[in-house]
């Protein structure tokens, strides 16, 4: 499967390999405190739903059992899609990340170049 992605802007790209260590619909977001410094105006947390940054569903990154504080998930930016523009998660379509969601059990092993 072929799926067209977000990526992180300059300075917050991330890569290597990881597991998928817990997977959520509709996850709840807790902006970084480094997000929150460049942005004062951003939540403390923000609870899942149609404008969650995170969108419909999400996958976890962990290595060696630790939460990488990268996810894969949705987006409610559509137009982002194709550019370098996230924080350094892997933005997708909802469509989308609610098929790989389906598809992809933890541990699934994930290689991000």
């Known amino acids: 499967m072929r799926y067209g ?5 300059e300075g917050a790209q991330w890569s290597g390999e990881a597991v998928v260590g817990r997977r959520a ?3 709840s977001w807790t902006p970084t405190a480094n997000m929150r410094r460049r942005n004062p105006s ?3 947390t923000m609870a899942g739903g149609p404008q969650n940054p995170l969108g419909a569903r999400a996958l976890y990154l962990y290595q060696n059992g630790r939460d990488t504080l ?3 998930h949705g987006t409610n930016e559509p137009w982002s899609i194709g550019k370098a ?3 350094g998660c892997i933005r997708m379509l909802n469509e989308d990340v609610f098929e790989l969601f389906g598809s992809v059990p933890n541990g699934t092993r ?4």
């Open 5 to 9: 992605v977000a990526v992180g802007r």
């Open 25 to 27: 619909r509709w996850p």
């Open 42 to 44: 951003l939540p403390v």
């Open 70 to 72: 990268y996810r894969i």
């Open 110 to 113: 994930v290689f991000v170049r």
């Open 85 to 87: 523009a996230s924080s």
